[in-house]
Nanobody, 115 residues
Framework: QVQLVESGGGLVQPGGSLTVSCVAS????????MGWYRQAPGKQRELVAT???????DYADSVRGRFTISRDNAKNTMYLTMNSLKPEDTAVYYC?????????WGQGTQVTVSS
C-alpha cells in the first residue's frame, strides 16, 4: 500500500515563496516519476511539474521559471519550491505517482496567495 502525504501549504502574499512537500510510503517512490498537480476552485486539476526518478524536471508554462520541483529518493520525499507567487497560483496542490499502473494521490495541501 502506498500513501502520499502533502504538507507545507499556507497563506502567502503575492511575490512571496513557499515550499510544499510530499512524503511517500511504500517502495515505489525511488523508481517512478512523480508529479505535482493543482486544482483551483471551479477549475479542472492541472499538471504543474514532473520529475523523473533520476531528477529530470519539466514544468507547465504557467510556472516555468518560478517553480522548482525536486526529490530526495533517500527520504521518499518530493518538493515543490514556489517563488514569485501570484494570486492565480491559489489552489490545492496534490502529488502523485506518474505511472499508469498506479492511481495514488495525496489529500492535498492548500496554497493561498493573497494580500
Amino acid at each position: 500500500q502506498v500513501q502520499l502525504v502533502e504538507s507545507g501549504g499556507g497563506l502567502v502574499q503575492p511575490g512571496g515563496s513557499l515550499t510544499v512537500s510530499c512524503v511517500a510510503s511504500g517502495n515505489i517512490f525511488s523508481t517512478n516519476a512523480m508529479g505535482w498537480y493543482r486544482q483551483a476552485p471551479g477549475k479542472q486539476r492541472e499538471l504543474v511539474a514532473t520529475i523523473t526518478s533520476r531528477g529530470s524536471a519539466d514544468y507547465a508554462d504557467s510556472v516555468r521559471g518560478r517553480f522548482t520541483i525536486s526529490r530526495d529518493n533517500a527520504k521518499n520525499t518530493m518538493y515543490l519550491t514556489m517563488n514569485s507567487l501570484k494570486p492565480e497560483d491559489t489552489a490545492v496542490y496534490y502529488c502523485t505517482v506518474l505511472n499508469d499502473e498506479y492511481d495514488y494521490w495525496g489529500q492535498g495541501t492548500q496554497v493561498t496567495v493573497s494580500s
